[in-house]
Structure formats: structure tokens, C-alpha cells
């Protein structure tokens, strides 16, 4: 299946990126003066100077790099600032993300919470501030699966905002798009689909019909409109969508290889693979230019373009793909990271339809350790695992082992009863 929706992991850095620098730009005062040796004002500087840096290395893909950024900035405020300071928790959420962006989540949690405790404390419970800092553990727990925990802390975020800034603010638009991809997540279409509506309306109303967020807003409704198999309303939103992002970021940027990517997705999903296969192949070009070829963003392309190959029954180009989005996934991410199980079934399905079953078997297999491993035994994406797994058993003539991970795979489907969204 597609890697993803393609253009989440951009836009989730996009947003935690968002986020602290909505903490980073916080009016607090100075904290007392801890001795004379200390100036508390070239510290918050020096520690928004360092977690600004993590930042950019977090949206470029490069989180072994940002932790260690964090954990200096982490380092400097708590000598400097005490430990309850806001620009603590701006250093506790940069590292929680370039931890929770190499699979490390159980690192990544406790410091999401703390951050969020440090900013209730500082700020009080009804700051803009609190709000970005919900939205960032809400995003941590559902790249673990844990969306019960993640939408409450949403709703939250939107209320907070809606009360801060009103009902038509451009925040207010982030937070109903948050919460509509938490619905998405979950195959809750209908639920999903006014709110990105909202969201869109609110956009265009505020800042216009041109600005790269109307274009965020389009590729978001054009994506759960897709999800539906509305195919004829999603694709003029998407080449709207491009348009306005080739002309307002340039012809280069890494957002429009989102849109293309999922542009390609939906060509893909109805047959046009001819009219797919370019745009992915520009998608790819652009954020190899533009954010390295190493970047998890450029793994996905990857993903996506061997499945339309896979589809093709071109398995020789597609083989390499996987295998190159497969080390990039394993280098960045980490060899226990989700998008790696992901990448694992892809290339196991593809040795599948060439009756390579010996060399598919252990891929699933890796696959379903890490899956379990990170979103627990009963995660619906567990059950994607194991009925193609029970497949190659079955035609290795093993039936028993085969019939019992059936069972398992159908006890996981009825007690979840969602649907499972597409390109996920």
C-alpha cells in the first residue's frame, strides 16, 4: 500500500515546527537572576538560538542531529532558567519530536508531558502556548496509534484557540486541521470532511485564496474527498492546490512534492498510471533537490512509485525503490521505526506476486515484531500484517500456523471496526 498519506510526515514537522515557534516567540519575563555569573536574557536568546537550530534540522530530516541540538538548549535553560520556565518546555518539545521522529517514543512522551505540565504551570491552562503544546503530544500519540488519547487533547487545542483569538483565526484553522487528521486516521471520513471544509473557508477568508496555506487547506479536503472515492471532486482541488504552491513557493519546493505525490496517488488508485508515474518522478526529483536524497520524504516517494510499478507488474524497477526507501527508513528513522515495518511488507508483497516466498516470509515477519513492538499487539495495522503472511504460509502448506494468525488477524479487525484508511 502507499506509504502514508505521502504528505504527513512533511506536514507534521511542518506543524511541531509551528509550534515552538509560537513558544519560542512568547513574551514572558526574565527569570530571577540565579547568580551574578548568569545574564537569564542571553540565555533565553542563546537557548531560542539552539532550539531554532533543531528546528530546521528536524524539518530537514535530520533528528539524530536535532536531539542532540535540544538536548543542549534543554541543558542551557535548566542551568540558567530553572526548570519551569517556558523556554524548558520550547527545548522539552523539540527533543520529544526528534525523538518521537526516529521511533523513540517512549523517550519522546514523558517530555511532551512534561513540557505541556511546564507551560499549565507557567502560563495557565488556557494559553495559546498550552494549545501548541497539546497538539504536539496529540501528535505523538497518534504516530503510536493512540488516537482515544489523541482527539481529546485536540478538542481541547481548538477550544483554547477558538477562545483566544476567535472563531475565524488562522490558528483555529490548524487546530480543526488537526483534529480532522485525526479523524482520517481513524477512517472517520464524514467526520473529517467539515472540518477540513472549515478549516479551508477560514483560510481563504483571512488570507486569501493565493496563500500557500489555502493550498494546505485544498490538499487536505482533496485527500479525505479521495478517502471516499470521490475521485472527480478531489482532483481539481489538487491541481488548484499545485497551482497555487508552484506559484506562490516556486517550482522547487518541498510542499508541492506533496501535492504531486498525492496527485500520483490518486491516478493510481484509478488506473492512470501513465499520468501517475510523472508526478511521482517529479515529486522525487524535488525533495532529493531540496531536502536530500536521504530524506524520509524521498523514502515515501519511493514507496509510492515501486507500488505503481508493483501494480504494473514491473517488478525489476520496482525492486530497487524499496530496497533504497527501505535504507533510507532504517538510516534516518531508526531499524525499529513503524515506516520501516511499512516499508518491509511493501517489499515482501513484491516478492509475493513473483512466488519469491522463502524471501518474503522473514520480511513480514521483521515487519510484525516492529509493528508490535511500536503500536502494541492489537493495532489494526497488525492485521495488515498477518493475512499476507498467513497467505505465504498457506502456500507453503502450512495451514495450522496459517489459520491461527487468520484468527488473530480477524479478532484484531472486529474488536477495532474501523475502517482502514487508504495509502496508510
Known amino acids: 500500500m502507499p506509504m502514508g498519506r505521502s504528505r504527513s510526515r512533511v506536514l507534521d514537522a511542518v506543524r511541531r515546527s509551528l509550534a515552538g515557534s509560537v513558544l519560542a516567540a512568547?513574551?514572558?519575563?526574565?527569570?530571577?537572576?540565579?547568580?551574578?555569573?548568569?545574564?537569564?536574557?542571553?540565555?533565553?536568546?542563546?537557548?531560542?538560538?539552539?532550539?531554532?537550530?533543531?528546528?530546521?534540522?528536524?524539518?530537514?530530516?535530520?533528528?539524530?542531529?536535532?536531539?542532540?541540538?535540544?538536548?543542549?538548549?534543554?541543558?542551557?535553560?535548566?542551568?540558567?532558567?530553572?526548570?519551569?520556565?517556558?523556554?524548558?518546555?520550547?527545548?522539552?518539545?523539540?527533543?520529544?519530536?526528534?525523538?518521537?521522529?526516529?521511533?523513540?517514543?517512549?523517550e519522546a512522551e514523558p517530555l511532551q508531558r512534561r513540557a505541556l505540565a511546564v507551560l499549565e504551570q507557567a502560563l495557565g491552562e488556557?494559553?495559546?502556548?498550552?494549545?501548541?503544546?497539546?497538539?504536539?503530544?496529540?501528535?505523538?500519540?497518534?504516530?503510536?496509534?493512540?488516537v482515544s488519547e489523541a482527539e481529546p487533547l485536540q478538542r481541547r487545542a481548538l477550544a483554547i484557540r477558538e477562545k483566544a483569538f476567535g472563531?475565524?483565526?488562522p490558528t483555529v484553522a490548524a487546530s480543526l486541521n488537526n483534529l480532522?487528521?485525526?479523524?482520517?486516521?481513524?477512517?472517520?471520513?464524514?467526520?473529517?470532511?467539515?472540518?477540513?471544509?472549515?478549516?479551508?473557508?477560514?483560510?481563504?477568508q483571512r488570507l486569501g485564496t493565493s496563500h500557500p496555506l489555502a493550498a494546505t487547506a485544498l490538499n487536505n479536503l482533496a485527500f479525505v474527498y479521495a478517502a471516499q472515492g470521490k475521485?472527480?471532486?478531489?482532483?481539481?482541488?489538487?491541481?488548484?492546490?499545485?497551482?497555487?504552491?508552484?506559484?506562490?513557493?516556486?517550482?522547487?519546493?518541498?510542499?508541492?512534492?506533496?501535492t504531486l505525490n498525492n496527485l500520483g496517488l490518486?491516478?493510481?488508485a484509478q488506473g492512470r498510471h501513465a499520468e501517475a508515474e510523472p508526478l511521482y518522478r517529479r515529486a522525487l526529483a524535488i525533495v532529493e533537490s531540496a531536502l536530500g536524497p536521504e530524506h524520509p520524504s524521498a523514502g515515501m516517494t519511493l514507496n509510492n512509485l515501486a507500488l505503481l510499478y508493483r501494480s504494473a507488474a514491473r517488478y525489476a524497477e520496482a525492486e530497487p525503490l524499496y530496497r533504497r526507501a527501505l535504507a533510507i527508513a532504517e538510516k534516518?528513522?531508526?531499524?525499529?521505526h513503524p515506516d520501516v515495518a511499512a516499508t518491509l511488507s511493501n517489499l515482501a508483497a513484491l516478492y509475493v506476486a513473483q512466488g519469491r516466498y522463502a524471501e518474503a516470509e522473514p520480511l513480514y515477519r521483521r515487519a510484525l515484531a516492529i509493528t508490535e513492538n511500536a503500536l502494541g499487539p492489537r493495532h489494526p495495522v497488525i492485521a495488515s500484517i498477518l493475512k499476507p503472511l498467513a497467505a505465504v504460509l498457506r502456500a507453503t502448506e502450512?495451514?495450522?500456523e496459517a489459520e491461527w494468525l487468520e484468527s488473530r488477524a480477524a479478532q484484531i479487525i472486529a474488536s477495532d471496526r474501523r475502517p482502514v484508511p487508504p495509502g496508510r
Do not use: M
Open 398 to 400: 502450512r495451514a495450522a
Open 231 to 258: 475521485h472527480a471532486e478531489a482532483e481539481p482541488l489538487y491541481r488548484r492546490a499545485l497551482e497555487i504552491r508552484e506559484r506562490t513557493l516556486g517550482p522547487q519546493h518541498p510542499d508541492l512534492a506533496v
Open 332 to 336: 534516518v528513522l531508526g531499524p525499529q
Open 167 to 169: 472563531p475565524d483565526h
Open 26 to 106: 512568547l513574551l514572558v519575563p526574565p527569570a530571577p537572576v540565579l547568580s551574578r555569573e548568569i545574564n537569564p536574557e542571553g540565555a533565553i536568546a542563546e537557548a531560542r538560538r539552539l532550539n531554532r537550530e533543531a528546528e530546521a534540522l528536524i524539518a530537514a530530516g535530520r533528528f539524530p542531529e536535532a536531539a542532540g541540538v535540544a538536548r543542549q538548549a534543554l541543558t542551557l535553560a535548566l542551568e540558567t532558567l530553572g526548570p519551569q520556565h517556558p523556554v524548558v518546555a520550547l527545548s522539552l518539545a523539540n527533543l520529544a519530536v526528534a525523538y518521537g521522529s526516529q521511533g523513540k517514543h517512549a
Open 180 to 204: 480532522a487528521d485525526t479523524y482520517t486516521t481513524q477512517g472517520r471520513y464524514a467526520e473529517a470532511e467539515p472540518l477540513y471544509s472549515r478549516a479551508l473557508g477560514i483560510v481563504e
Open 266 to 268: 490518486l491516478y493510481a
Open 126 to 146: 488556557d494559553h495559546p502556548a498550552v494549545a501548541a503544546s497539546l497538539n504536539n503530544l496529540a501528535l505523538l500519540y497518534r504516530s503510536q496509534g493512540k
